[in-house]
T-cell receptor
């Protein structure tokens, strides 16, 4: 079973700061997801990536397959970015065909004005 | 609707009751997943369907948990004889095969 570790577990920053959240996983994957969850809210998919880098607005996700590591960056952070950010790995060896994800515990991000 | 919907959004059950949680996936999405998220934790995989076939149920915590998707669209997760440790948010997600997963709002189950 894949082990997915995230760091930091909690992060408080000032508005405008550059934010980095890290994710490492233990076995090969076919894809890695970054998800956002607001308190009491549902989960929104931010990125799905299997190599390189993706950018959407102020969000950037990178992955290094060899090092089994991914990062999520937020530029010019804003209080509305406050949420839990979760990385989730889809194993490359899916056995019976399941695409189920293995999730990290999440990073609680608070951006203060 | 454009997204994944789940009902009910909140469910309170007495210990020992049976509950049924419904998921309506995005139209055309072949893959459907159920996840369980305990308070303060990341979600954990329960089971996966491709169309009506349940291809993986390795994450179901006990034989009290049962999921079905008889027509390859709507899915129901049933929990029999609920126990307090079943209290969690139950998330449903759907996708095209191998594609990005889209999540529903979840059902928050509280077992008293």
């Amino acid at each position: 079973k894949n082990e997915v570790e995230q760091s930091p577990q909690n992060l408080t920053a000032q508005e405008g700061e550059f934010i980095t959240i890290n994710c490492s996983y233990s076995v090969g994957i076919s894809a890695l997801h970054w998800l956002q969850q607001h308190p009491g809210g549902g989960i929104v998919s931010l990125f799905m990536l299997s190599s390189g880098k993706k950018k959407h607005g102020r969000l950037i996700a990178t992955i290094n397959i060899q090092e089994k590591h991914s990062s999520l960056h937020i530029t010019a952070s804003h209080p509305r970015d406050s949420a839990v950010y979760i990385c989730a790995a889809r194993n490359s060896d899916s056995g019976g065909g399941a695409d189920g994800l293995t999730f990290g515990k999440g990073t609680h991000l608070i951006i203060q004005p | 609707g454009a997204g994944v919907s789940q009902s009910p959004r909140y469910k309170v059950a007495k210990r020992g009751q049976d509950v049924a949680l419904r998921c309506d996936p995005i139209s055309g999405h072949v893959s459907l997943f159920w996840y369980q998220q305990a308070l303060g934790q990341g979600p954990e995989f329960l089971t996966y369907f491709q169309n009506e076939a349940q291809l993986d149920k390795s994450g179901l915590p006990s034989d009290r948990f049962f999921a079905e998707r008889p027509e390859g669209s709507v899915s129901t997760l049933k929990i029999q004889r609920t126990q307090q440790e079943d209290s969690a948010v139950y998330l449903c997600a759907s996708s095209l095969v191998g594609g990005e997963q889209f999540f529903g709002p979840g059902t928050r189950l509280t077992v008293l």
